[in-house]
């Protein structure tokens, strides 16, 4: 599995900007299976994707209640 690791700031500004990235790493070739760390100024990430395989595949919809992923 490899792990990708990128900083909050390379992400575009979108509705669901970490889905859409995934999808865009899987168009460039990258391997479904692999893992996404987004990191700001921490030395921890501050979001981890472990399948962006998986992340691709999901959107959001908006419920009566709060926003939930869906595939």
Do not use: W
Not at 18 to 33: F, M
């Amino acid at each position: 599995m490899t792990t990708i690791r990128i900083n909050r700031r390379d992400i575009p500004n979108g509705v669901t900007p970490i889905l859409s990235y995934c999808r865009a790493l899987i168009a460039q070739g990258c391997d479904p299976a692999s893992r996404l760390e987004v990191y700001r100024e921490h030395t921890e990430p501050d979001i981890i994707v472990r399948n962006i395989g998986k992340a691709a595949g999901l959107g959001v919809s908006e419920g009566d209640h709060a926003p939930r992923f869906i595939k």
